[in-house]
């Protein structure tokens, strides 16, 4: 055993061309090429007949995370000079694998015996982690990610794991990133059973790998989905490396350049139960907290910076990317005395997150309540035949009619296994109180007017896999009919607010409902007793709207969670920049929306009043001010 240990030392610190020598001549024992002529890159390797080099090319190309494509030799070709000097591929790696039709047929040691066919075979050298770790443990595992199709070769994602301690995640994913030759960051962080993955330690390739206390599994695109695309293509002929043993380059593995300090990545935790965690750039991330501090304005500094809590913004709309299918629910109906009763905060702030989550090709849908389905349906007809929306957005009701009503509404056949949602998210909808009833903020009870919408958001936290949001206003109706006017400066905008206010009793403000209870007036009454996984604050709640749109343009034009997104496989979706812009909020369109709400007769919270206003804040020179602040900083 020792003699091994000094064997397996020896062999890291060999020159490439020593080691691949000892290979060629079948002197080494061992049939793991990790670590060894350790600070040399190592490639994964493809050889396929000629007819299906260039479709393989292409699929290389369409899957760079876990194929990025070092060099195609020409037909006979067993040297690869960029790579290697004084090489045959025929003999220097470790082991190979031959496949028939798709089928393994058997490994072995050396190509030699088919020098004949590999005249008309075409050799692919592929980037491979081994060249950012020395012996760190590792297993190879298939996914239910479907790799871009080309031609004959369609497979499944593979991936390596690699427990991490959690304090260290920042450092693998700022280490790796800049490899994009080796796999760079990688492409899922968490629970496995996101990829598809029901057991780790059923692995295809490699050995199952022991986490310690504290570990998170991370996952890497890997160079073993070539494997797997050989199989797809039911070649007659073709060999790979066998799964660790690799073909050593002559390429030093040199400190990667040092990148925009803007383009590193940061992790962030979106979700624990599953555990699931995100990439972003440190420039997107940045930009979206701008985004949160422009819109988190404290009117007459009335302690609602107290609910303020830092970053909900940013996690919330990492999670609203990673969704698919995502739930929206407005409407505070707290004109009672009028008809409709509702007010226009909410309303604005909901069709903006729809119109942006459509663009981006996710499923979105408004639930309100029965009484105005009619009234929500024509302003979003109105909305799309003035271009605020591209297209309707589907509109439900939700009625509590047995003990599971909930549960069968949010999931298939009232599966919990099944959802139908991912995200639930509340802008300015009346929060349920903890006596039963709902209140607007002079403690009047308008439980009549509301439907039970908060059982969705109750069901939803025992339901794994849907993430709620709530998002409310720290400015609400006012006692008085002329409120003081308290003058607010925030990053760009100047905005005059009334200085009397309250919150805290909308869908999701559970989650600081102490808070609510110690620094808003009336919040021992009216605080809302239905927590929401992320709470996002917002001097009008249809800023905060706005800003989850500008936030997810962010996130999918940045290209660390772009990739992040779709786990390195297919081609990079930035080409539709302009789409997700021109689905931005802006001046005009939330000006047409304003006029459809007010021809609808739906009022100023604050005031009651049907002039251009929402809170009581004018369009002009308030709401428009603020949404060019955000686009400033978005664009």
């Given at each position: 055993?020792?003699?091994?240990?000094?064997?397996?030392?020896?062999?890291?610190?060999?020159?490439?061309?020593?080691?691949?020598?000892?290979?060629?001549?079948?002197?080494?024992?061992?049939?793991?090429?990790?670590?060894?002529?350790?600070?040399?890159?190592?490639?994964?390797?493809?050889?396929?007949?000629?007819?299906?080099?260039?479709?393989?090319?292409?699929?290389?190309?369409?899957?760079?995370?876990?194929?990025?494509?070092?060099?195609?030799?020409?037909?006979?070709?067993?040297?690869?000079?960029?790579?290697?000097?004084?090489?045959?591929?025929?003999?220097?790696?470790?082991?190979?694998?031959?496949?028939?039709?798709?089928?393994?047929?058997?490994?072995?040691t050396s190509l030699e015996n088919y020098s004949e066919q590999l005249k008309d075979m075409v050799t692919f050298y592929l980037g491979c982690s081994f060249s950012f770790e020395s012996a760190v443990q590792k297993l190879g595992?298939?996914?239910?990610?479907?790799?871009?199709?080309?031609?004959?070769?369609?497979?499944?994602?593979?991936?390596?794991?690699?427990?991490?301690?959690?304090?260290?995640?920042?450092?693998?994913?700022?280490?790796?990133?800049?490899?994009?030759?080796?796999?760079?960051?990688?492409?899922?962080?968490?629970?496995?059973?996101?990829?598809?993955?029901?057991?780790?330690?059923?692995?295809?390739?490699?050995?199952?790998?022991?986490?310690?206390?504290?570990?998170?599994?991370?996952?890497?695109?890997?160079?073993?989905?070539?494997?797997?695309?050989?199989?797809?293509?039911?070649?007659?002929?073709?060999?790979?490396?066998?799964?660790?043993?690799?073909?050593?380059?002559?390429?030093?593995?040199?400190?990667?350049?040092?990148?925009?300090?803007?383009?590193?990545?940061?992790?962030?935790?979106?979700?624990?139960?599953?555990?699931?965690?995100?990439?972003?750039?440190?420039?997107?991330?940045?930009?979206?907290?701008?985004?949160?501090?422009?819109?988190?304005?404290?009117?007459?500094?009335?302690?609602?910076?107290?609910?303020?809590?830092?970053?909900?913004?940013?996690?919330?709309?990492?999670?609203?990317?990673?969704?698919?299918?995502?739930?929206?629910?407005?409407?505070?109906?707290?004109?009672?005395?009028?008809?409709?009763?509702?007010?226009?905060?909410?309303?604005?702030?909901?069709?903006?997150?729809?119109?942006?989550?459509?663009?981006?090709?996710?499923?979105?849908?408004?639930?309100?309540?029965?009484?105005?389905?009619?009234?929500?349906?024509?302003?979003?007809?109105?909305?799309?035949?003035?271009?605020?929306?591209?297209?309707?957005?589907?509109?439900?009701?939700?009625?509590?009619?047995?003990?599971?009503?909930?549960?069968?509404?949010?999931?298939?056949?009232?599966?919990?296994?099944?959802?139908?949602?991912?995200?639930?998210?509340?802008?300015?909808?009346?929060?349920?109180?903890?006596?039963?009833?709902?209140?607007?903020?002079?403690?009047?009870?308008?439980?009549?007017?509301?439907?039970?919408?908060?059982?969705?958001?109750?069901?939803?936290?025992?339901?794994?896999?849907?993430?709620?949001?709530?998002?409310?206003?720290?400015?609400?109706?006012?006692?008085?009919?002329?409120?003081?006017?308290?003058?607010?400066?925030?990053?760009?905008?100047?905005?005059?607010?009334?200085?009397?206010?309250?919150?805290?009793?909308?869908?999701?403000?559970?989650?600081?409902?102490?808070?609510?209870?110690?620094?808003?007036?009336?919040?021992?009454?009216?605080?809302?007793?239905?927590?929401?996984?992320?709470?996002?604050?917002?001097?009008?709640?249809?800023?905060?709207?706005?800003?989850?749109?500008?936030?997810?343009?962010?996130?999918?034009?940045?290209?660390?969670?772009?990739?992040?997104?779709?786990?390195?496989?297919?081609?990079?979706?930035?080409?539709?920049?302009?789409?997700?812009?021109?689905?931005?909020?802006?001046?005009?369109?939330?000006?047409?929306?304003?006029?459809?709400?007010?021809?609808?007769?739906?009022?100023?919270?604050?005031?009651?009043?049907?002039?251009?206003?929402?809170?009581?804040?004018?369009?002009?020179?308030?709401?428009?001010?603020?949404?060019?602040?955000?686009?400033?900083?978005?664009?």
């Amino acid at each position: 055993e020792a003699s091994d240990m000094v064997c397996l030392q020896a062999l890291r610190t060999l020159l490439p061309a020593t080691a691949r020598n000892l290979i060629r001549q079948n002197k080494i024992a061992i049939r793991n090429t990790s670590g060894m002529s350790a600070g040399y890159n190592q490639a994964n390797v493809v050889i396929l007949h000629r007819s299906l080099a260039d479709d393989f090319e292409k699929f290389c190309r369409a899957n760079s995370g876990p194929l990025p494509l070092l060099y195609r030799s020409a037909p006979g070709e067993w040297k690869c000079p960029p790579l290697s000097t004084e090489s045959d591929i025929q003999t220097d790696c470790l082991l190979y694998r031959r496949y028939e039709n798709g089928t393994f047929a058997g490994s072995l040691t050396s190509l030699e015996n088919y020098s004949e066919q590999l005249k008309d075979m075409v050799t692919f050298y592929l980037g491979c982690s081994f060249s950012f770790e020395s012996a760190v443990q590792k297993l190879g595992v298939p996914t239910a990610v479907p790799c871009h199709g080309v031609g004959n070769f369609s497979c499944d994602l593979v991936v390596t794991m690699r427990p991490i301690p959690q304090d260290k995640l920042d450092a693998a994913a700022i280490a790796t990133h800049p490899m994009k030759q080796y796999h760079g960051a990688p492409i899922h962080i968490g629970y496995p059973d996101l990829l598809g993955i029901k057991d780790l330690q059923k692995t295809d390739y490699g050995d199952p790998v022991e986490a310690q206390p504290g570990d998170v599994p991370v996952f890497w695109a890997c160079g073993v989905t070539g494997v797997e695309a050989v199989i797809s293509c039911k070649s007659p002929l073709a060999f790979t490396h066998s799964p660790g043993c690799m073909f050593i380059t002559d390429i030093k593995n040199e400190e990667a350049p040092e990148s925009d300090s803007g383009q590193t990545p940061a992790v962030v935790q979106i979700s624990s139960d599953p555990l699931q965690y995100s990439l972003v750039s440190q420039r997107a991330a940045d930009k979206i907290r701008a985004l949160e501090k422009i819109i988190g304005v404290d009117p007459g500094d009335r302690g609602i910076k107290n609910l303020l809590v830092r970053d909900e913004l940013l996690k919330s709309c990492l999670s609203l990317s990673h969704a698919k299918s995502i739930l929206i629910t407005t409407g505070f109906p707290t004109h009672f005395q009028h008809q409709p009763p509702e007010e226009n905060d909410g309303p604005p702030g909901a069709i903006a997150m729809a119109a942006m989550l459509q663009a981006l090709g996710k499923k979105a849908a408004i639930v309100t309540d029965e009484r105005a389905i009619d009234l929500n349906r024509s302003i979003i007809e109105k909305a799309v035949e003035q271009g605020v929306l591209k297209t309707p957005v589907p509109l439900l009701s939700y009625k509590e009619d047995a003990h599971d009503a909930a549960l069968k509404f949010l999931c298939e056949s009232g599966d919990p296994a099944s959802p139908r949602f991912d995200h639930l998210v509340a802008i300015e909808r009346a929060g349920r109180a903890s006596d039963g009833n709902y209140y607007n903020a002079r403690k009047i009870n308008i439980k009549h007017l509301v439907d039970p919408i908060d059982d969705l958001f109750e069901a939803a936290q025992n339901i794994r896999g849907i993430s709620t949001t709530g998002m409310y206003a720290d400015i609400s109706e006012c006692s008085c009919a002329d409120p003081p006017v308290t003058s607010l400066q925030s990053p760009g905008v100047n905005i005059y607010l009334p200085g009397i206010g309250d919150g805290g009793n909308e869908l999701g403000t559970g989650k600081v409902k102490e808070l609510v209870k110690k620094h808003i007036p009336n919040g021992d009454t009216i605080a809302c007793d239905v927590a929401a996984d992320f709470a996002v604050i917002a001097g009008v709640s249809n800023w905060g709207g706005y800003a989850v749109s500008c936030a997810l343009y962010l996130l999918n034009t940045c290209e660390i969670h772009e990739r992040y997104l779709r786990r390195a496989v297919g081609f990079p979706r930035l080409s539709e920049r302009e789409s997700w812009a021109s689905s931005l909020p802006s001046v005009s369109k939330e000006e047409k929306l304003l006029e459809i709400l007010i021809q609808h007769g739906v009022r100023s919270g604050k005031t009651a009043s049907l002039a251009m206003e929402v809170d009581g804040l004018p369009f002009f020179n308030t709401h428009s001010d603020m949404i060019r602040s955000l686009l400033d900083v978005t664009l």
